[in-house]
């Protein structure tokens, strides 16, 4: 199968990127069934942010733990009555 250059609009900065034969060639060995939507930048753009947790979007909350004592801290906010375990003792009673 032969591959030639296409130029697409990027879907986020509607800026024009060409999609080389040498990647579309990459892509079919792969088994990529889609072409891109987006230019390289703003694909690299894309992975980062799903790689790295926004700023401030986990707020973490200081408990005890029920079973240890130890102090330590949570990405939820703790109710009542409810019990709240360490990484340690959550990853012992789930086995």
Known sequence: MEFTDKTF???DCNQDFTFTAGEQEFY????????PKRCPDCRANKKREKKAPRAGSKQLFSVVCAD??????????????????????????RV
């Open 28 to 35: 079919a060995k792969k088994g990529f069934q889609n072409e």
């Open 68 to 93: 240890c004592g130890q102090e330590t801290k949570v990405p939820f906010e703790p109710r009542q009555g409810k019990p709240v375990f360490c990484r340690d003792c959550y990853d012992a009673k």
């Open 9 to 11: 609009t990027c879907l």
